[in-house]
């Protein structure tokens, strides 16, 4: 395993969870760095990236104003802190790791893909 994704659970709707994601093995510190969601049934879809210095973040428009993407290039770890949860965000959340120093919204430019972590957000 070379990205660990961890802190996903239940959540109440309007409460809040942060999910982070390890790496191990091998550095990503030069990599751009997404978090992607699917739900059961649905297509894995993309919910926000961040650059290789932090720079530059990116959010779909469902999760703009409530999920802040970090990372802490010293410990090798990307963080997805959820507010405002809602029911419709239940998913597993995947992080992952893109080609290049940018992150991407195409799940064709990631090639290390952590193992996923379940959101669930009761009503």
């Known amino acids: 395993v070379q990205l660990q994704a961890s802190g996903g659970g239940l959540v109440q709707a309007g409460g809040s969870l942060r999910l982070s994601c390890a790496a191990s093995?091998?550095?990503?510190?030069?990599?751009?760095m997404g978090w992607f969601r699917q739900a059961p049934g649905e297509e894995r879809e993309f919910v926000a990236g961040?650059?290789?210095?932090?720079?530059?973040?990116y959010y779909v428009d469902f999760v703009k104003g409530r999920f802040t993407i970090s990372r802490d290039n010293a410990k090798d770890t990307v963080y997805l802190q959820m507010n405002s949860l809602k029911p419709e965000d239940t998913a597993v959340y995947y992080c992952?790791?893109?080609?290049?120093?940018?992150?991407?919204?195409?799940?064709?430019?990631?090639?290390?893909w952590g193992q996923g972590t379940l959101v669930t957000v009761s009503s």
């Open positions: 992952a790791a893109a080609l290049g120093s940018w992150w991407s919204s195409q799940k064709s430019r990631h090639r290390y």
């Open positions: 961040v650059s290789w210095s932090g720079g530059d973040t």
């Open positions: 093995r091998r550095t990503f510190r030069n990599n751009g």
